[in-house]
């Protein structure tokens, strides 16, 4: 029932929609904090993004255990097998660790930061860690979309 590739599912093609989306939202929002020091609106922004993606990811799980047989639609791919495997490890090891990490940063944030936001001692961890985990959401918006055009888009010739 995908409605961007030829196999696949609506859930798959929502999360690619919303990788497509919260990327640009993500920059933006840094671009916000860092040169035009809006913090409140980087707060608002990121706790946004935190429940757009904690939602998707967790319906997108939701429909691949019990709705999609994802190998099933990705049969149909001249990648498959080896090669889709092989995208979707990278894809994980970019997505697990992210999602840890994005939750333990907003927990953190919460928990560092006044009311209203602005810099303090917690400035500077909030910095470095934010900088990696913006360097994963990166790699597994790109890696999901890998593997999703392998498995879901691409077809034999």
Known sequence: MSF???RGSLMLDVVV???TLVLPVLFWSIWQVRCRQNYSLHKRTQLLLATVLLTTVLAFEVDMRF???WEAEAAGSPY???????????????AIPTLVLWIAMVIRALRGFERPPEPGAHSASHKRWGRIAVIGMTGTGITGWIFYWMAFVATRS
């Open 4 to 6: 961007l590739a030829p």
């Open 17 to 19: 929609l919303a990788m």
């Open 67 to 69: 709705f999609t047989d």
């Open 80 to 94: 498959y097998w080896n090669a889709i495997w092989t995208a979707l490890t990278i894809h994980l090891g970019f």
